[in-house]
């Protein structure tokens, strides 16, 4: 994983946010042939949100006149980038789980006020810069060089959003497939001890957004997500998002979901898991809470929470002997 980097033009689902009552101006072809579409998106806050919420409206016609005040910036596929501004998060890129996931943050802040909060595969920083306005500290973590630099950029832009709350994002290297986290200090994006000290201690949360695409990165993401539990000394909330990606495979001859089917498997494995360390509790959580972005939450979004509890030090020795 150490070799991934960041590319504009390997686009893994539709991040465009088409809804069905907006215009989707198509500009071009990209060299791998997709379609790069004109996209946008608003934070509503506070009363804008409740002014949506209350009028059912799909914010067209405030979409309308943000159109005709400014032009629109797009990064090379198409995406949206947002221009750094008061209550709007300054980014590059971003898949629709992360979007779901950041609703669910902003329907439950009382949930993560003050907690400290882990990302794997953070990407651009979206979600943790959500998590950071209410919670205190994130460790966002993904793997590559430019992506990490890309992100702390997001992070910096942001940082207006999380001071006058006092929550604080640190971007870091974390890689699936490595034993033990990065600590030298030669080394970019690497956790002083303290850090690690604070991950195992006080970590209460762990979100991910939209990661789990590809079998062998599945399997890589809950080894990971296991060896940190195992080794967190409080209770920890793990919450997914993911969007079922319809796909016609040649060995079926038919639409089929292998992805998706692979997570499930992966969830309930790890459910069943008894290796006297720590339990697991896996649980859908339905998508009917408040929707503060503007994007189409389809019905192939979904939201999951895995709940992991460290066992009493005697249950240990007992399954130990």
């Known amino acids: 994983m150490d070799q991934m980097t960041f590319h504009y033009d390997t686009v893994l689902s539709d991040v465009h946010m088409h809804r069905p009552s907006s215009r989707h101006l198509m500009t071009r072809l990209n060299h791998m042939g997709q379609p790069v579409f004109v996209s946008r998106f608003r934070i509503l806050t506070g009363r804008a949100a ?12 405030e979409e309308e006149e943000e159109e005709q005040d400014g032009t629109v910036q797009l990064d090379e596929d198409g995406d949206f980038e947002v221009t750094h501004r008061a209550a709007c998060f300054s980014l590059h ?136 539990c195992s080794n967190f000394s409080r209770p920890c909330a793990v919450l997914i998002s993911i969007e079922k990606r319809m796909n016609f495979t040649l060995r079926h001859l038919d639409v089929t979901c292998e992805a998706y089917s692979h997570f499930r498997a992966c969830l309930e494995q790890l459910q069943a898991l008894q290796d006297g360390r720590c339990s697991f509790r896996v649980e859908p959580l339905t998508s009917n809470f408040p929707q503060f972005l503007l994007y189409e939450r389809i019905e192939h979004l979904e939201l999951w929470k895995v709940t992991s509890t460290p066992l009493p030090a005697g249950l240990q020795e007992d399954s130990g002997s």
């Open 93 to 228: 890129q971003v898949w629709r789980g992360a979007f779901l996931l950041a609703d669910f943050i902003l329907s439950e802040p009382q949930s993560f006020r003050g907690a400290t909060v882990l990302e794997l595969g953070g990407g651009t920083g979206f979600t943790s810069v959500v998590m950071a306005t209410v919670a205190k500290t994130v460790y966002c973590t993904d793997v590559g060089d430019d992506l990490l630099s890309m992100c702390e950029r997001n992070v910096a832009l942001n940082r207006h959003l999380l001071e006058p709350k006092g929550g604080e994002v640190r971007v870091r290297r974390l890689d699936w497939l490595q034993h033990h986290l990065c600590t030298d200090a030669d080394t970019e994006f690497s956790w002083s001890e303290e850090e690690v000290s604070d991950l195992h201690d006080n970590t209460t949360f762990i979100i991910a957004a939209d990661v789990c695409y590809d079998d062998d990165l599945t399997d890589a993401f809950f080894r990971t997500l296991y060896k940190l």
């Open 50 to 61: 409740e002014h949506k919420a209350g009028s059912g409206s799909d914010g067209e016609e």
